[in-house]
């Protein structure tokens, strides 16, 4: 049996952290995804206002398990 893995490209946003949004994608992405298996970080963003962050960006690659029953 072959395991075959979907991948796509989120991005998460939250304004206390990073780590907050890669939480937040992942559970919103959980809402519609079955079986998510893995996450990987590509990139961290923030926007800024006064100097200060106001909002944390990440985009991240989420894989899960393509079902085999058609």
Request: net charge negative.
């Amino acid at each position: 049996m072959t395991t075959v893995a979907k991948v796509i490209e989120l991005v998460g946003e939250s304004g206390i952290s990073w780590d907050d949004a890669v939480e937040n994608a992942v559970r919103e992405a959980s809402k519609t995804i079955d079986g998510i298996t893995g996450v990987e970080l590509v990139n961290c963003t923030a926007s800024l206002d006064n100097g200060e962050i106001r909002e944390y960006k990440v985009n991240l690659k989420v894989a899960f398990g393509v079902r085999e029953d058609r």
